[in-house]
């Protein structure tokens, strides 16, 4: 049965602004890092050999300030698999309250061109491991749009 993955993320001292809060910037970068454990579970793939993506939109609605000194719980879900991309849901919680949510997606690319690349069907396979059964999933109107445009030049 599909279900969301999780992980704990902690924040570093260095990831404070000047009111102690996480700064909004190592907020992503905190997201970046369980995106980045979540990948690594993919089977039979070393990170070395992943195909690459790219982040080709990013949605962060902050509920709470997060702090220092304590784990970040982060879930993340598959919302929507594309031909080239990939729509992730997450929340990140402290505490047992909500202090971010949204959306990434990402773009499978060549890594020799940079243009995107079809989803081959292990990767589908795989990303459906983490997308809702539609019973558990509350709808949502989305932000921001499912295929943004992108093209990577070198």
């Known amino acids: 049965m599909p279900e969301a993955y999780r992980t704990r993320i902690s924040p570093r001292w260095s990831d404070q602004d000047l009111n102690g809060h996480v700064n909004h910037a190592a907020v992503v970068t905190l997201l970046e890092e369980s995106r980045l454990k979540w990948r ?5 793939v070393h990170s070395t050999d992943a195909a690459p993506t790219v982040v080709a939109a990013l949605e962060l609605n902050y509920r709470r300030p997060i702090h220092y000194g304590e784990d970040l719980d982060v879930e993340l879900a598959v919302s929507r698999i594309g031909t080239s991309s990939v729509s992730l849901e ?12 949204g959306r990434t997606v990402l773009v499978s690319v060549w890594p020799e061109t940079g243009k995107s690349r079809p989803l081959a069907e292990r990767e589908r396979h795989w990303l459906a491991q983490f997308r809702p059964t539609p019973a558990n999933t509350e709808p949502r109107e989305p932000q921001i749009p499912d295929h943004p445009p992108l093209e990577l030049t070198q």
């Open 40 to 44: 690594a579970t993919m089977q039979g």
């Open 90 to 101: 997450f929340t990140g919680t402290q505490n047992g309250a909500v202090a971010v949510e």
